[in-house]
């Protein structure tokens, strides 16, 4: 049965691999803890290329705002959805065993003109969920007070740590 009450995801997380997924769960706890519905799925370029175009042309049908995706390797995923939709795409390369994420890096943000992609640092799903609650929050005053909120606790640890450090100085 499914739950009707769940509320339709704004922000949709694919990766090529579920074993990207613990790299972008950083992605999923930020928005998770913003308050902001998301989904995950496994999307490959590669292997499931019909997913993958029926995917892109669908999410902003299904009230998705924003995509995450992540991929190693290769990493055309970002990219190819990218260019199937006309949603901000922000990639997220994930670090692999070779090249510690560089090719990935370089996959991602080296796209031709007229497909933006917004590219994270290797392995950066936090701050890919980070922003897109900034997009999203652009046009939702609640989810930018949550933001609001997010950086205020940000600037108390620092803060905290600041303290801490000062008081083994002495």
């Known amino acids: 049965m499914t739950d009707t009450t769940a509320p339709a995801p704004l922000v949709s997380i694919v990766m090529g691999s579920d074993s990207d997924w613990p790299t972008m769960r950083a992605a999923a706890d930020i928005l998770t803890e913003l308050g902001i519905a998301f989904e995950a799925d496994v999307v490959s370029a590669h292997r ?7 995917y892109a042309r669908a999410a902003a049908g299904r ?10 390797g290769a990493a055309h995923l970002p990219g190819m ?5 006309t949603l901000p795409v922000i990639g997220v390369p994930v670090q692999l065993a ?3 994420g560089l090719d990935s890096l370089l996959s991602i943000v080296q796209m031709p003109a007229g497909i933006p992609v917004a590219t994270m640092a290797i392995n950066g799903a936090a701050n890919a969920g980070l922003l ?3 997009i999203i929050g652009s046009g939702d005053p609640a ?5 609001a909120e997010y950086a205020e606790g940000l600037e108390q ?3 905290q740590k600041a303290a801490a450090l000062r008081a083994q100085l002495q």
């Open 132 to 134: 897109a609650a900034r």
């Open 63 to 72: 009230g998705v705002r924003v995509v995450i995706a992540g991929a190693g």
């Open 81 to 85: 959805v990218a260019s199937l939709t």
């Open 98 to 100: 070779r090249l510690d």
């Open 143 to 147: 989810v930018s007070a949550r933001l």
């Open 157 to 159: 640890v620092v803060e």
């Open 48 to 54: 499931t290329p019909d997913k993958m175009v029926r």
